[in-house]
């Protein structure tokens, strides 16, 4: 199934909102062109507590609440996505 179509990513779970709260993603204000900017602390996963979809669900939340109350259609129509990988590289990284 299509992530795109799948419930548990659609809604967001009492599980994302813990991650949300958490500060694992977030938004940061906008830059000099007004993009939204969205910031990702990868020093924040915790896969001993929550799973992949559970990740899955809070981004998707995020960016959704993004594009529905940030962008400005025909003016800001995209965002900035800063990810902060606590000091390790793609290879290191849990997923």
């Avoid at 009492?14 to 020093?43: S, V």
Wanted: net charge negative; with cysteine.
């Amino acid at each position: 199934m299509d992530w795109t179509h799948d419930p548990a990513i659609q809604s967001l779970s009492i599980r994302a909102r813990a991650i949300l709260n958490e500060g694992f993603i977030y938004t940061f204000g906008r830059d000099l062109e007004d993009r939204p900017i969205i910031i990702m602390d990868l020093g924040k996963i915790k896969f001993d507590r929550y799973d992949l979809t559970d990740y899955y669900c809070a981004i998707n939340a995020l960016i959704n609440l993004v594009v529905e109350n940030c962008f400005v259609p025909g003016v800001i129509e995209s965002y900035l996505f800063v990810i902060d990988m606590d000091g390790k590289n793609f290879t290191s990284l849990p997923i």
